[in-house]
């Protein structure tokens, strides 16, 4: 679960990561409100949504009067901002966060996220703050330091350091600042279930005090039970409604670019699914894993919402029946067909638990568009011949 940046502050300021002051606005009215309670002569006006790259979208202004804040707030309220995050679709914006403006110095990047091949958090730091990361990764990548932190033993004053000398700070007192920082940063992301925090940029002001003038948070959707509080914050309005009508039937669903949707049981098989795919020259429309407790329902379900997406043009159904029995998945093809228009081939591939039986049922079903496959290669290249008309 992702939440919006205003929200990611509240949650700074209780591990007194130094902010910004701000106020979220709904109106124009609003927003002038809060820049007169903020009070100073430079307010910055930022576009809520749940993506980066707002700035360069034109999401992110900066206003030197009342009556520019509230220019820019009618401007941005209601914009579909577009950013390289967002897809060509863009993100409709809703809010607005109304900010003081800060004595910007140098800009900084720190993030803490999960590397699941270490299998510990590490905390990522760049001098190129204010970039997108991803940028500087495929470009520079000696600039991005990365520092693992063993849960055991949690944030060091070795951790602390090696931080500090990496990025080029050297005055004692903003070594100190610096430090109590990443250790506020990295106790919030242990004691939330946070997946991701990112802070881009992180400034250094005049005076030498470091604020999170941005601040983006994903959380562990399974450990939401733990934290009611985060779990308010949800925006169901920033999430795409078809991956949440699949997670309410137990599918785990994302949207892709491609034509050929995927059904595959299990997310391995089903990376592995559009690997193939994209390997016999096809891109994948979706990521869909029915996991372990598919029936006929959800199976259909998951028809239902691949062939919402115009683009599809053919559906393959990989299925390796362990947990999931085959003939389940066969039953749910046919219930599909009752239910929804299948109006694109549908190569199928079902091995293991009652495949055999799979096969009978689809079989003698004498269902037209319905294609079997003898393995993955197979059904990935019938698949992407179905998808360009061959």
């Keep these: 679960m992702n939440i919006h940046e205003y929200q990611a502050k509240q949650i700074f300021q209780k591990y007194g990561v130094p902010t910004p002051r701000g106020i979220v606005a709904n109106t124009p009215a609003q927003a002038v409100k809060n820049a007169q309670e903020l009070g100073g002569t430079i307010w910055v006006v930022k576009a809520q949504i749940h993506a ?23 401007q941005i ?30 800009e900084f990047y ?10 510990m958090p590490i905390i990522m730091a760049s001098t190129q703050g204010g970039m997108e990361i991803e940028k500087v990764a495929e470009e520079t990548p000696e600039k991005i330091i990365k520092i693992a932190v063993d849960p055991s033993i949690g944030f060091q004053g070795f951790h602390g350091r090696e931080l500090v000398f990496s990025l080029g700070i050297t005055d004692k007192n903003e070594q100190r600042k610096m430090i109590d920082f990443a250790s506020r940063l990295y106790k919030l992301y242990m004691e939330n ?68 949707g995927c059904m595959v049981n299990g997310a391995g098989l089903a990376m592995g699914t559009m690997d193939t795919i994209n390997y016999m020259g096809g891109t994948p429309a979706n990521f869909l894993d029915v ?24 559906i393959f159904v990989n299925i390796f029946g362990g947990i999931v029995r085959c003939d389940r998945i066969a039953n749910g093809i046919l219930e599909a067909t009752k239910l929804v228009d299948v109006h694109v ?43 360009k008309g061959e």
């Design 193 to 260: 279930d946070a997946e991701m925090i990112e802070i881009n940029p992180l400034i250094r002001t005049g005076a030498g005090d470091f604020l999170a003038l941005d601040g983006k948070m994903g959380f562990d959707d399974s450990a939401l039970g733990r934290h009611p509080d985060i779990e308010d914050m949800r925006d169901i309005s920033e999430e795409d409604s078809n991956e949440r009508e699949a997670s309410q039937y137990g599918l785990s669903y994302v949207a892709l670019d491609g034509e050929i």
């Design 291 to 314: 996991g372990g407790k598919a029936n006929a329902e959800t199976v259909s379900k998951g028809f239902e919402i691949i062939l919402k997406n115009p683009n599809v043009k053919a």
């Design 52 to 74: 980066g790259g707002r700035g360069l979208g034109g999401g992110v202004k900066l206003a030197k009067s009342i009556e520019e804040v509230e220019t820019l707030a009618t």
């Design 345 to 387: 081939p549908v190569i199928v591939r079902l091995d293991g638990t009652n495949a055999l039986e799979a096969a009978e049922i689809l079989k003698n079903a004498n269902i037209a568009n319905v294609i079997s496959a003898t393995d993955l290669a197979d059904g990935a290249a019938k698949a992407v011949a179905a998808a």
């Design 77 to 106: 309220l209601g914009m579909t901002l577009v950013t390289h995050q967002t897809g060509p679709e863009g993100k409709l914006v809703q809010k607005v966060y109304i900010e003081e403006g800060a004595d910007i110095k140098d």
């Design 110 to 119: 720190l993030g803490v996220v999960l590397d699941r091949a270490r299998e």
